[in-house]
């Protein structure tokens, strides 16, 4: 019997990389499409005093502004998903009691972590605040 000049191994090792290798190519041009995000919530910059929010309750997001600008955050605790209430000085959980500064960092747990930020948009006077 004639001995073959190719293992086995090194055939599939060959070929493992012209697989690899073509699903990398076929990725690389595949153009990619644009994620379009979701508008959450739409207000006029002026509804939103200086030093204060505008709640959507609905939609639970927090439209605030502060000496540097605008900023939203989600009103979903980070904990178990309660719905937060906002005061003048903190956030605070109902259900089990969370803090959250103004900008979302926690204060007191149980939450581990901070309120999610999410993106917004300022356009001809108009905030558009996307989902993340």
Known sequence: MEKLPQSRRKFITTLTLLLASGGLLVRYLTPRTPVKRRVLVCAAAAAVPP???LLFRSERVALMRDDTGFYAISLICTHLGCTV????????CPCHGSRFDRHGKVLTGPAGKSLVKLKLAVINGVIEVFDS
Do not use: K, P, Y
């Open 51 to 53: 030093g204060g929010a």
């Open 85 to 92: 209430v906002v005061t003048e000085d903190a956030i605070t």
